[in-house]
C-alpha cells in the first residue's frame, strides 16, 4: 500500500489490523493509518477526504462484506440531506 503512493489506508476489523501495521512498519505515516471496527465508521472516516476525481479501492474477502463500506458511500451524507433548498 505504501510503495503504491496511497494517500490514505484505512483498515475494518481485527483481521485487517496486520495490513496497517505492515503499512506503518514500511514508512507510512500514521496519520494516513486508521484503523476502524465498522464498516460504517470507515465510511465516515473517508468521506471528508474525497474530492471530484478521486478513486478508492475497497479491497477485502467476501466475508468482510467490504460491499458495506461501499453502500455507505452511496448514500447521500447528512450535510448533503440538510443543505438542500425547498422549491
Do not use: Y
Not at 48 to 64: E, F, H, N, Q, Y
Amino acid at each position: 500500500v505504501f510503495e503504491a503512493s496511497a494517500a490514505l489506508l484505512i483498515t475494518v476489523g481485527d483481521a485487517a489490523r496486520g495490513i496497517a501495521q505492515g503499512a506503518s512498519e514500511a514508512g507510512m505515516a500514521e496519520a494516513q493509518i486508521h484503523r476502524c471496527d465498522t464498516h460504517e465508521e470507515a465510511a465516515r472516516t473517508v468521506r471528508p477526504t474525497l474530492a471530484s476525481g478521486d478513486w478508492i479501492l475497497v479491497k477485502g474477502s467476501r466475508a468482510a462484506r467490504m460491499e458495506r463500506v461501499v453502500e455507505a458511500l452511496l448514500k447521500p451524507n447528512e450535510h448533503e440531506q440538510n443543505d438542500e433548498v425547498p422549491n
